[in-house]
């Protein structure tokens, strides 16, 4: 019997416990089992699922014990000078890995989740929606890995896990109705994140920085998922990264519009996060 393809996101990683994680290891503490009760957990849990995850998005080094890596170094920059952007920057890292490494697989079913969820435009999460959306992604697998659906484990408690890192955006994506959570697309992406998405299709793309890119229909919805954004909402954010980063007073990134042609976007290089805030 051959083993099922697990595609699992787990569920005890959330932002509130990253930034206890964050400020622990920055501050070169060593009382593991104090950090385990910050985050509210087991240390066996906090070494054994927590940990994990946090070192395959490179956030944390595979010593043991663990150490910031280079990119957890911009995590904990992130939280001390702008915390509103760290769930929005763990979002972009966790969707965008597969990407560089097709073996995290997690990274591919959270992108599939936060795609299926951006097609619907807005759902209330009930349990027959969260089943609904299990069946999607498990169909989307299917396909993907060239495997019958039999073989793919993927469940509602996966699917939870997913939901942790929509509930960090800001501007938020996940609010309380009633006995349920509500999703809708948003009408606003921070600056920083919407020039690493133009980022993210410069290198997907294999396109020249300092080449204008055209935001045809396929490339706005790419940019759109990626963000959680409401297509209605892009140009004001675009405008929003043109008055924080504009090319014409020394930045990197440059828009606007040609005739016969329509909506451009440009980056004269890639952006390093640090540089983004």
């Not at 920055?26 to 906090?46: D, I, P, S």
């Not at 939870?160 to 959570?181: D, F, M, Q, T």
Request: hydrophobic share 40%; aromatic share 10%; proline share 5%.
């Amino acid at each position: 019997m051959s083993k099922k393809l697990t595609l699992h996101i787990q569920q005890n990683t959330t932002l509130e416990r990253v930034g206890a994680i964050l400020d622990f290891l920055k501050n070169q503490e060593t009382n593991f089992e104090q950090l385990a009760t910050t985050c509210n957990l087991g240390l066996a849990v906090l070494q054994k699922l927590v940990f994990p995850f946090l070192r395959n998005l490179s956030i944390i080094s595979k010593k043991n014990p663990p150490s910031l890596t280079a990119l957890g170094q911009v995590a904990a920059q992130i939280q001390q000078s702008n915390p509103d952007l760290l769930g929005d920057f763990l979002h972009f890292v966790i969707y965008n890995l597969h990407l560089e490494e097709p073996d995290k697989r997690f990274s591919w079913t959270y992108a599939t989740v936060v795609q299926q969820l951006w097609l619907r435009k807005e759902v209330v999460l009930s349990p027959p929606e969260k089943k609904f959306l299990v069946g999607e992604v498990i169909e989307k697998a299917a396909v993907k890995f060239e495997l019958p659906t039999s073989e793919i484990a993927f469940s509602d408690t996966s699917v939870a896990g997913a939901l942790n890192w929509l509930r960090s955006l800001s501007p938020s994506v996940i609010e309380p109705e009633g006995k349920y959570e509500h999703f809708s697309r948003r009408y606003f992406s921070p600056a920083p994140i919407l020039l690493q998405a133009v980022d993210t299709i410069y290198k997907q793309r294999q396109r020249t920085y300092g080449v204008k890119i055209f935001l045809r229909e396929e490339i706005q919805d790419a940019i759109c998922q990626m963000l959680l954004l409401d297509p209605s909402g892009l140009d004001g954010s675009i405008d929003n990264a043109k008055c924080t980063y504009d090319y014409d007073q020394g930045g990197f990134f440059d828009c606007g519009y040609e005739g016969g042609y329509g909506q451009w976007v440009m980056l004269t290089k890639s952006p390093d996060w640090l540089q983004l805030l």
